[in-house]
């Protein structure tokens, strides 16, 4: 398993060190204790209830389409914005879709932070966590931090909700 490198993202020439497998392997790599158990905790959270809503391979489909539109918008943003290649790894680009489809079907349900303990509403969370995910990016502040990945997996996480709804751009079931 490979994770994603930002300058070895060319389909031509072939064999430049891209391989189409890495836009999901990366989702199994992790930089370390505290980002799995957190990205796992978030699994844990919001994964259940989708799963139950979606049921299993629905779920399954949904959450390889965050992973994978995660994968690709890093790719894309960072070859605009000129940064640096950075290794991507990690699941968070999935977990950041579960946590919009969670947003968008429980938008009412209580969620606690942990730090600060405040209390909020699911989609006011997401919002939340969206908009900080985009300011961070766009100024850069945190570096080996794939925001774009976060905000790319809310994307693939959107446009399978589409997708199931039957709304634009799939059109009407």
């Not at 391989?19 to 844990?44: C, D, K, R």
């Not at 290794?87 to 579960?98: D, R």
């Not at 989609?123 to 100024?139: D, H, Q, S, W």
Request: charged letters at 10%; a positive charge.
């Amino acid at each position: 398993m490979q994770g994603m490198v930002p300058d070895s993202f060319a389909l031509f020439p072939p064999g430049a060190g891209f391989e189409p497998w890495q836009l999901v392997t990366y989702a199994f790599l992790h930089g370390g204790f505290s980002h799995i158990f957190l990205n796992m905790l978030a699994l844990y959270m919001f994964g259940g209830e989708i799963e139950r809503l979606f049921g299993s391979r629905y779920y399954l489909g949904f959450y390889f389409a965050s992973v994978v539109t995660a994968a690709i918008t890093h790719l894309v943003i960072t070859a605009l914005m000129g940064s640096p290649p950075v290794p991507m790894v990690g699941a968070s680009g999935g977990i950041y879709g579960l946590l919009l489809a969670y947003g968008m079907y429980f938008p009412y349900r209580r969620i606690m932070l942990l730090i600060p303990p405040i209390p909020m509403q699911a989609r006011t969370f997401v919002i939340v966590f969206a908009v900080v995910e985009l300011a961070l990016g766009v100024m850069q502040t945190s570096a080996g931090v794939a925001h774009f990945a976060h905000l790319g997996g809310m994307l693939g996480g959107f446009l399978m909700i589409q997708y199931r709804r039957g709304r634009f751009p799939f059109g009407k079931k």
